[in-house]
């Protein structure tokens, strides 16, 4: 479907092609922009590094951040994933979160997600860094997705 001069892949509830989960899941791996809207209701983007479990998109963030006060507020969030080399791809994900603080759940997503960006030698330093009190584990499950591969060509 054009989409201006590029090609627009989809624009859908949940496209049915996988490859936007296998995007997101690619290795190495996309740091996510992680939209929010913030009380006062400006929006709020930030960097986050995710897992896949499923189709849901899963990271961790302090719950008394800025993203962690948002997403107790308003459960709605858009992801941004792209990949700045040509050909360009992109994925945008719209979707709710739900949260929690279960601490056995926070150290293992912590764990993998370290460990995928980090490598895994240093999986369990930043799972241990990072699944503590005080942290949100987020889950996003996907209510619209928007992606393109290859705009470029």
Same mark, same amino acid.
């Given at each position: !479907?054009?989409?201006?001069?590029?090609?627009?892949?989809?624009?859908?509830?949940? #496209?049915?092609?996988?490859?936007?989960?296998?995007? @997101?899941?690619?290795?190495?791996?996309?740091?996510?922009?992680?939209?929010?809207?913030?009380? *006062?209701?400006?929006?709020?983007?930030? #960097?986050?590094?995710?897992?896949?479990?499923?189709?849901? @998109?899963?990271?961790?963030?302090?719950? *008394?951040?800025? /993203?962690? /006060?948002?997403?107790?507020? *308003?459960?709605?969030?858009?992801?941004?994933?792209?990949?700045?080399? #040509?050909?360009?791809?992109?994925?945008?994900? +719209?979707?709710?979160? +739900?949260?929690?603080?279960?601490?056995?759940?926070?150290?293992?997503?912590?764990?993998?997600?370290?460990?995928? $960006? !980090?490598?895994?030698?240093?999986?369990? +330093? $930043?799972?241990?860094?990072?699944?503590?009190?005080? +942290?949100?584990?987020?889950?996003?499950? #996907?209510?619209?997705?928007?992606?393109?591969?290859? @705009?470029?060509?």
């Amino acid at each position: !479907m054009p989409f201006g001069r590029h090609r627009l892949a989809w624009s859908m509830t949940i #496209p049915d092609d996988p490859w936007w989960l296998e995007f @997101i899941a690619a290795d190495p791996p996309h740091t996510a922009k992680l939209a929010t809207v913030r009380a *006062d209701g400006r929006p709020h983007v930030a #960097p986050v590094w995710v897992g896949v479990d499923g189709t849901q @998109i899963v990271f961790n963030t302090g719950a *008394d951040t800025l /993203k962690g /006060k948002s997403l107790r507020r *308003d459960p709605r969030v858009s992801l941004c994933f792209d990949d700045e080399r #040509p050909p360009f791809s992109f994925v945008v994900v +719209e979707g709710t979160v +739900e949260l929690s603080e279960d601490p056995d759940e926070l150290l293992r997503w912590s764990t993998l997600i370290g460990g995928r $960006y !980090m490598g895994a030698a240093r999986a369990e +330093e $930043y799972g241990t860094r990072n699944g503590v009190p005080g +942290e949100l584990l987020v889950r996003v499950t #996907p209510t619209h997705v928007v992606a393109a591969r290859d @705009i470029a060509d």
